[in-house]
């Protein structure tokens, strides 16, 4: 902190919280960050230093991949002794996947990296950007003691902050973006900024900040649905180079009983490729053998995602396949929580 004051690193890396509208052309481009204050003078009111720094080039979300996950937790890593919090910007697409892999990729971390961003531009008259903006910030700027309130990696949109690797995109439309449907969310924005302290993630503040790099490992998304045949399921499990795959099941991890769907993921087991079992709910848990229709699957050593996310599940095993663990070993590690990312 300077002077008591804390000091807070916004990041744009792209996405329509960074755009303005030409009212000539009606296009939208992307403005200069640095000068962010004359776009919010709301800022100028804020009780912290903000700091500024974007990619050189600017991405859409849909561009999103592991390189610039890493490039963002550079950032971060590069800064993390002088600055108190960070706020990141990027697009809504795949912002719960980018802020899931920074909460894996960002070890020992013990000050707030808030993600944020919009569905209107900045310039917009209706802009949902402001409001985001400010808060994400002063989340970003809390402190008792002199001590960060959150110490974790945390998404804010529309008056909620929830715990980053828990949350989904549920609308394209809506303010109401993102949810968190099996985590309480770590906040809200009212007239009052409160804190849900019980569900706050308390770091170890003597460990030292190191980055999980190795995330470019071959996965796939298996998504079942009805009729699907049997040529599919084989060409995308038997394709070369295959290091994993999440296999988006129905209800608590129910899948067909066919005997070539089940021959076809014990094949790919007995080559030490881990499955993963994720709900294609938008809320609730895989509970294997719950139902005969899932006995198969635990019986073919298919691994329990519980309740993760299929962007937090994504997240998971590239960092796992990445650390090169033992696959004897794969299963108990997936099913252990690291991140508070499953229960």
Request: aromatic share 10%; net charge negative; proline share 5%.
């Amino acid at each position: 902190m300077k002077n008591n004051v804390p000091v807070i690193l916004l990041i744009y890396t792209g996405g329509t919280i960074g755009m303005v509208k030409d009212y000539k052309s009606n296009a939208l481009k992307p403005f200069d960050f640095e000068n962010i204050k004359v776009k919010i003078p709301e800022l100028k009111l804020l009780d912290c230093n903000i700091e500024t720094t974007a990619f050189e080039s600017p991405i859409d979300s849909s561009d999103m991949s592991p390189n610039y996950w890493v490039m963002i937790a550079e950032i971060i890593e590069n800064r993390y002794h002088d600055i108190d919090g960070f706020v990141v910007l990027t697009g809504t697409d795949t912002m719960s996947y980018t802020a899931s892999a920074l909460s894996f990729i960002l070890n020992n971390l013990s000050k707030p990296v808030i993600f944020t961003g919009s569905q209107l531009p900045i310039g917009d008259l209706r802009t949902d950007a402001k409001e985001n903006l400010i808060t994400a910030i002063q989340v970003a700027a809390t402190h008792e003691n002199q001590i960060p309130k959150i110490q974790e990696v945390g998404l804010y949109f529309e008056y909620k902050l929830y715990r980053a690797n828990r949350t989904t995109k549920i609308s394209s439309e809506q303010f109401e973006a993102f949810e968190s449907p099996n985590y309480p969310n770590l906040g809200e924005s009212g007239v009052h900024l409160n804190f849900n302290d019980q569900w706050l993630h308390k770091a170890d503040r003597n460990q030292t900040l190191s980055l999980e790099k190795d995330f470019n490992a071959n996965i796939v998304i298996l998504k079942l649905f009805p009729g699907i045949n049997r040529n599919t399921v084989e060409h995308i499990l038997e394709f070369p180079g295959l290091e994993g795959v999440i296999l988006e099941t129905y209800g608590a991890g129910n899948a067909p009983t066919d005997d070539w769907f089940s021959d076809a993921l014990k094949k790919t087991i007995d080559r030490k490729i881990p499955v993963i079992n994720v709900t294609q709910c938008i809320s609730g848990s895989v509970s294997m053998g719950h139902y005969e229709t899932s006995m198969h699957l635990k019986n073919a050593g298919v691994i329990s995602g519980k309740n993760i996310t299929t962007e937090s599940a994504i997240a998971k095993l590239k960092l796992l396949l990445g650390k090169k663990i033992p696959f004897q070993k794969f299963k108990s590690k997936f099913e252990t929580p690291i991140r508070g990312e499953m229960s």
